[in-house]
């Protein structure tokens, strides 16, 4: 009997910041019961830390240098084969409810290149435009034409309940939905219509509001709703189904909804180690940290964008706790979705995956939001996968995992085999106890449109994560980053001109290039000899 799957992914969730993996204050009951019933992995590492590029790997099994995705702002081909499309050939209904962002969304123009100074620019591209609709996401289109919508299947989703953008404006199906169902709900979302919050500066950069829109009418309700009137549909129809239930929170700007505002306060919040430890230890932050650092002093400080940028104390507590109300909040929609699977009678036969798309600094080091700097509360993210028809050996496992490795793990489990050119591994032989390990060291890539830090041009980077080290390389930079974090876990110590420490550089350096080289282009195979 085919098994199903059900993928919750929330948009911005680092690893810790789950109740199962050692948070005490965040509460998290659904999710905490699902990682007791499986297999959770502690060292789960994104492919890159940035939304476009990790999601399209998530859908390919492939690195971002090879899909194509290398930062925001480049739609995934629709020529890509991805593992929904897999188990949608091999007889699956499939269904994305809530964000996707595999195409542009925001309605906003790119930061790069910018105008050339001396008006000499290059002229067309490497390749030729890509067949196909990239405009399905587009936010401006959902806002103004009534009858745009998606083209299904969508990279493999023959339905698609679409939510796109983040906080209490969220636009497509939901969008329309909400004006549709809940007209005065609709009327009273965003920053203007708030609820007074005293006290919280992140409303002062529209990074947070109290927003009017009931918590029965969020994104985060109704994708739950979504999710389980699907479930009601296959539990008639007795068709296998792959579900991914996507939440566009906990992603800034922070609007949790109704109880959830102040479930957590600010003032109880615990932040994280490094906050406070980097300077009572007296180490000095990596060139670009110390720039953010001094933006932040000097007034400097850009604080509207979704870019990182060196926070206060406030800042991080407030929003710590922002982020864990709307944790909560998908927590008890999972609950829900969960009880319905329980209630159909499909839960025997559904594998439930649960994974975020990359995480947040949240006060690591004394930074917010998202940047290319891969601390791990960055780059580190939660995956848990519950199998009712296997019991793993072991309820978690400190071996290296990548997002790259979902899609291989689920058709592995799926008895489907793989496509050539995809580079991750399946988890199952890990979960079994077959193997303790399916790698010796993670790669993980970045590029934006952003020039930061005062680079000279955009930042492209690649870091080596080993069992023991992180190893980072800017393209721009003539210093790179080299923690150990056995002896150093909050990456407190920058080893990268230690003299001690320079063999060990040098073999991380070796391990990179060759890593880099594993993960180069396989696809297509060849016709003939030459």
Request: charged share 20%; aromatic share 10%; hydrophobic share 35%.
């Amino acid at each position: 009997m085919q098994p199903n799957f059900l993928l919750f992914i929330t948009d911005q969730q680092r690893a810790d910041h789950v109740g199962s993996y050692g948070n005490a204050m965040l509460r998290t009951p659904a999710l905490d019961a699902l990682a007791a019933q499986g297999w959770s992995a502690d060292r789960f590492y994104v492919a890159s830390p940035i939304c476009m590029p990790n999601r399209a790997t998530l859908m390919t099994g492939r690195m971002p240098s090879v899909h194509g995705v290398r930062h925001n702002g480049i739609p995934l081909s629709q020529r890509a084969t991805t593992f929904v499309e897999r188990l949608r050939g091999a007889g699956y209904a499939t269904a994305l409810i809530g964000k996707s962002h595999l195409q542009n969304m925001t309605g906003k123009g790119p930061v790069w290149p910018p105008p050339s100074p001396h008006g000499v620019q290059s002229e067309g591209e490497a390749w030729a435009a890509e067949p196909g609709n990239y405009d399905q996401e587009w936010g401006p289109l959902w806002r103004s034409d009534p009858g745009h919508d998606l083209h299904t299947p969508f990279y493999g989703f023959g339905r698609v309940a679409l939510a796109v953008d983040h906080g209490d404006q969220v636009w497509g199906h939901y969008g329309r939905w909400l004006a549709r169902e809940h007209p005065e709900a609709r009327r009273l979302w965003g920053p203007d219509h708030a609820l007074p919050a005293p006290g919280f500066v992140l409303t002062q950069h529209r990074q947070a509001w109290r927003t009017r829109v009931p918590e029965e009418c969020s994104s985060t309700a109704y994708i739950g709703d979504q999710t389980v009137a699907q479930l009601h549909e296959h539990a008639a129809s007795g068709e296998p189904f792959f579900i991914q239930c996507s939440f566009p929170d906990p992603h800034h700007p922070y609007t949790p909804h109704g109880k959830y505002w102040d479930l957590y306060r600010p003032e109880d919040v615990v932040l994280p180690a490094s906050f406070h430890a980097s300077a009572a230890a007296g180490h000095a932050p990596p060139p670009h940290v110390a720039w953010l650092y001094q933006q932040r002093d000097q007034g400097k400080a850009v604080k509207h964008t979704p870019a990182v940028f060196a926070c206060t104390e406030r800042e991080a507590r407030e929003a710590i706790a922002l982020n864990y109300g709307s944790i909560s909040h998908i927590d008890a929609t999972i609950g829900r979705v969960m009880q319905t699977l329980r209630d159909t009678g499909l839960d025997d036969n559904t594998v439930v995956i649960f994974t975020s798309d990359h995480g947040d600094y949240f006060g690591d080091h004394q930074l917010l939001f998202k940047g290319p700097i891969h601390y791990q509360g960055l780059i580190r993210t939660p995956f848990i996968w519950r199998d009712p028809k296997v019991k793993p050996a072991a309820a978690r496992s400190q071996a290296l995992c990548s997002t790259a490795d979902i899609a291989a793990t689920i058709l592995a489990r799926a008895e489907l085999p793989d496509y050539n050119g995809m580079q991750g591994m399946s988890l199952l032989p890990l979960m079994s106890g077959a193997v303790d390990t399916v790698r010796d060291a993670v790669l993980i890539e970045e590029e934006g449109q952003r020039t930061m830090f005062g680079f000279p041009s955009r930042t492209r980077m690649r870091t080596l994560q080993t069992p023991r080290h992180r190893l980072s390389v800017y393209a721009d930079a003539g210093w790179g980053e080299l923690y150990d974090l056995q002896e150093d876990p909050d990456e407190l110590r920058n080893l990268w001109d230690a003299p001690a420490v320079a063999a060990t550089r040098g073999e991380l350096l070796f391990a990179l290039s060759k890593a880099m080289i594993r993960h180069a282009e396989t696809s297509p195979h060849p016709t003939a000899i030459a």
